[in-house]
């Protein structure tokens, strides 16, 4: 089998995929390509993209997911006027009864019994009633009342075009809403498309215009009748401010006017409470330059279509917070100032009666990152070796399939690790001018009269501390090494954050640890050797001993 190069460990899963198929299945030499994976079906050509979560790039993309195009308007809008189609309930009583619901013909009526025709073309939904009433009191001075009401507006197809995803021909209501037409067209396009100039054009001419920030900022938007026939046309975007950084809307705005005030934007991105400065990088041609603004002073700035604003937080640390656990009575946390040592946190510290202060322990996240970091890049190394290996033979390749499908497991199960981030510190007595960092945690054991003994024993155990026995010794009293092993590998591991590879004849002291570290069962050097190598490190990061 060739041997296959090793790409960014980004592209791991991928190799995982193609490289232990072919290890597990291997009949003969020549193994066959994988065959490519089929793509996934075409998503309807009516359904728009899922929103991304969070802000989308463009403010106000986010808008259409296709929930407007679910359903359609069904409550009493009083400004709606009636238009030819519409179905109206109609209901009299007294000496005259009627009940009965009618279409408004082409000529904007309705025809009552013994009254004739009653005008109603574009009255307002909210007067319709009164309307009514004025009609049939004409007829009848007395003993006859009545009631009318909209029972539903009338179906229209409507053109959506411009810059939407779907332009085309949709249906609906006339008392649904803009945003139901610009959802079933699958939305403004981000890219092209304004979200502050929708324009309803009716026989060529514009009779309203609707503005989407005004929804999406205020939640208000005009109750616009559509008809039969009309036009949402979507205008070409308009100057816009792409806005990044420490803001709660890090999105592009678009802007209405020749240029853009920072306190509109301001009020448009919303600053988290952290920030402190805005950053303007402008581009004209091809000279680009750079403004820096406290943000107190940066509503005066004026903004031009193409700028790139970006909220930044200057903080100038003051305090750092340290956390003190074990054999301490004081508080638990302590606020110092930046640049503090340990001497001054040790300064702050109110020890129990059994602490140990000689066997101080000092734990850092920037520590515990980056050892994360480089049992990563060894469990990389584990996986490439594990992977790429030449086999000769059928069988010998299946080997290596079973191989390094047991290395995958294991290197899956170590990726699990949570590294301590411990700062070893050889002498506490000297270590007081170390500077500390915000989140470090202080760890101040208790005095101990034991030793653990931990790892491939039968029994791990805490032994009671002799003097006078060795490495060899306590291992025998916990019942001895397992089967899995390495009686060569015997790490002694100090209270102190000390670890050290010990001979069986070594006296261990009183809070030690014993740990008996598994054999890496591979006849590949290679392999062995890495995994070897993973295995230290996980004792001496985590203190876990850790097997195959």
């Known amino acids: 089998m060739p041997r296959l190069p090793l790409t960014m460990p980004q592209r791991r899963p991928a190799l995982r995929a193609v490289l232990l198929p072919l290890l597990l299945g291997a009949a003969t030499l020549a193994v066959a390509a994988p065959a ?71 000529r904007g009526n309705l025809f009552l019994p013994s009254i004739g025709p009653v005008q109603v073309l574009g009255v307002r939904n909210g007067d319709l009633d009164r309307v009514v009433q004025e009609q049939v009191r004409r007829t009848f001075r007395a003993n006859v009342r009545s009631y009318a009401s909209l029972e539903a ?43 502050l100039s929708v324009d309803l054009l009716r026989g060529g001419e514009r009779r309203a215009r609707v503005d989407l920030y005004r929804f999406l900022l205020e939640g208000r938007i005009d109750a616009v009748q559509i008809h039969d026939g009309d036009t949402l046309f979507v205008g070409p975007r308009r100057a816009s401010v792409k806005v990044s950084g420490e803001a709660a809307n890090a999105c592009a705005f678009e802007f209405d006017a020749a240029r853009l005030d920072g306190a509109t934007l301001i ?37 031009n279509d193409g700028d790139e604003v970006s909220f930044t937080a200057d903080r100038i640390p003051g305090t750092i917070l340290v956390r003190i656990e074990g054999a301490h009575r004081g508080e638990r946390t302590v606020v110092l100032p930046y640049g503090a040592r340990l001497s001054d946190a040790l300064a702050r510290l109110r020890p129990a009666p059994l602490a140990d202060l000689d066997a ?21 190394r584990l996986e ?32 699990q690790i949570e590294p301590r981030g411990q700062l070893v510190l050889p002498d506490p007595a000297r270590a007081g001018d170390t500077p500390l960092e915000d989140g470090d945690t202080l760890v101040v054991p208790e005095r101990s009269a034991q030793v653990a003994v931990h790892g491939e024993v039968l029994f791990p155990m805490a032994i009671g501390h002799d003097p006078a026995r060795r490495i060899d010794d306590y291992i ?15 790490l002694l591991l100090k209270r102190n954050g000390t670890v050290v590879e010990s001979r069986g004849d070594v006296v261990p002291d009183p809070g030690d640890e014993l740990m008996v570290l598994p054999r890496a069962e591979t006849k590949r050097v290679e392999v062995a050797r890495g995994i070897t190598q993973v295995l230290y490190q996980i004792a001496v990061v985590a203190k876990v001993a850790f097997g195959l």
């Not at 259409?64 to 359609?72: E, I, K, L, V, Y």
């Not at 290996?389 to 399939?401: D, F, K, M, P, V």
């Not at 025998?476 to 015997?490: F, H, I, K, M, Y």
Request: one cysteine or more; hydrophobic letters at 40%; a positive charge.
């Open 36 to 106: 490519a994976e089929p793509a996934p079906a075409a998503a309807p050509a009516a359904a728009p993209a899922a929103a991304p979560a969070g802000c989308a790039p463009v403010f106000g993309s986010q808008l259409f997911g296709g929930r407007f195009a679910q359903h359609s308007a069904s409550g009493f809008n009083p400004d709606y006027q009636i238009a030819p189609g519409d179905r109206i309930t109609l209901r009299l009583w007294g000496a005259f009864n009627l009940d009965a619901t009618q279409a408004v013909d082409p």
């Open 153 to 195: 507006a009338q179906p229209v197809k409507v053109y959506v075009t411009g810059f939407v995803r779907q332009p085309g021909l949709y249906g609906g209501l006339s008392s649904d809403s803009v945003l139901r037409y610009l959802d079933l067209a699958g939305g403004i396009d981000p890219e092209r498309g304004s979200y």
């Open 267 to 303: 009020a448009l991105a919303r600053p988290r409470p952290g920030a402190t400065h805005m950053a303007v990088v402008r581009q004209r041609g091809p000279e680009r330059s750079s403004e820096y603004h406290p943000l107190a002073e940066a509503g005066a700035v004026m903004l």
């Open 360 to 380: 101080l322990q000092l734990q850092r996240r920037s520590i515990a990152q980056r050892q994360k970091e480089m049992l990563g890049q060894a469990l990389d």
């Open 384 to 415: 490439a070796q594990a992977l790429t290996a030449r086999s000769a033979t059928n069988e010998e390749a299946q080997l290596r399939g079973r191989e390094a499908e047991l290395v995958l497991q294991f290197t899956h199960r170590a990726r």
């Open 476 to 490: 025998r009293l916990a019942g001895g090494p397992s089967q899995q092993a390495d009686t060569s590998r015997v």
